[in-house]
């Protein structure tokens, strides 16, 4: 899954503190997931320093943000939600300048589309 972020800009909240504990602060970061449809969903990202915000650019979801629920099933961890570069690879760490699926790409100059099927479209 794809997600975006635009701008560098964050908000602070503060949630009350309970049982003689200090307030928390929070820094709340907009984000857009791509699920599927026609546009991304946006939803926030809390970070609990502010150091900890990410900078415009495109990610995914780190390994590291999925968990094992109680019942046994894979659910995401919304206390270490984490984001890599979407051009890592996170078993090297190594950043890819373009996706691997485009990496070797040839251009299809066969006139035919999905292994044999002709296409409709006249090539100029």
Do not use: C, W
């Amino acid at each position: 899954m794809k997600i975006e972020i635009f701008d560098s800009h964050v908000e602070q909240r503060q949630v009350g503190g309970r049982d003689g504990h200090p307030p928390r602060i929070f820094y709340d970061q907009e984000a857009y997931a791509h699920l599927g449809g026609r546009f991304p969903s946006q939803f926030r990202l809390s970070h609990r320093e502010f150091k900890n915000i990410y900078k415009p650019g495109q990610y995914k979801l780190a390994a590291s943000s999925y968990r094992i629920g109680r019942y046994g099933d894979i659910e995401l961890n919304p206390y270490e939600l984490k984001l890599v570069p979407l051009n890592m690879d996170e078993t090297t760490g190594e950043i890819h300048t373009a996706p691997p699926s485009e990496e070797k790409k040839t251009p299809n100059t066969s006139g035919f589309i999905n292994g044999g099927i002709k296409s409709p479209l006249k090539t100029a």
